[in-house]
């Protein structure tokens, strides 16, 4: 396998080895479906390559995916819209059996694969048969951005899949869609924050709504459960769990002016 090596990936059973020339070779729990024996004939002139715990999705150079892992059978339903014109893929990364990938294709729609509770689009797929600009995904579910600045977000209902309590908000003006393991915050043009699903996650701005007017530039969300703003003025509000980041008490006074986005 050295020759030509380029990258190794790795699922909860095996890995993936992309090599230079394009080629895919695999390894790992056959129980699991690591090996990729069914597809390796298509496993050529591939330029990306996305995966989770239970599943590989090789995008190739004439923009069609290839698929492998114990949701085979899966994707197997929706290979047909994959076989051509996809933008790109994203993949939801988890610790139990559910996993997630939704492709973004160049006229705008959303194919999705993954398990019925976390994968299943039904509920807004028509909302993701067009403009869809880019799709963001905690550990079970994802969230779309489209062109009009909508968001629609979709999967496991306690990851953010379930945004219907903010949905008014995010019909119309988002500019930007951040994640947490469990949640989503969106920045707005007006520069407004608005997030959901598990608190302790980061899913309600509740504790920094007072330090959160209309004047957030950038969000960030390097931890697994919190957010931390950037105003507009320089200053830096945080929230989530306390216990990854969001109490930044102890150096708030540092953090009131002139940071850095």
Known sequence: MSPGLEHVYSTASGFANWKRNGSVVTWGSADHDSHSAAVQEQLSTIYHIHYND????????????VTWGSFAGGFAAVQEQLSADVKHVCSTDVCSTDRVFAGVKHNGSVVALGSQSRGDSAAVQEQLSTYVKDVYSTDG?????????????????????????????????????????????????????????????????????????????????????????????????????????????????????????
């Open 141 to 261: 579910a994802c969230a779309a951005l489209k062109h009009n600045g909508s968001t629609e977000a979709w999967g496991d209902l306690t990851e953010g899949g379930d945004s219907a309590a903010v949905q008014a908000q995010l019909s119309a003006g988002v500019e930007q869609v951040y994640s947490t393991c469990a949640a989503f915050a969106v920045v707005k043009r007006n520069g407004f924050v608005v997030a959901w699903d598990r608190p302790i996650t980061g899913g309600d701005v509740a504790e920094g709504r007072e330090q959160l007017p209309e004047d957030v530039e950038n969000v960030f969300s390097t931890t697994r459960c919190s957010f931390a703003a950037v105003k507009v003025n320089g200053s830096v509000v945080s929230w989530g769990n306390s216990w990854y980041g969001a109490d930044s008490a102890a150096v708030q006074e540092r953090l009131s002016a002139h940071v850095p986005s």
């Open 54 to 65: 239970w599943g590989v999705a090789a995008v190739k150079r004439n923009v069609c995916v």
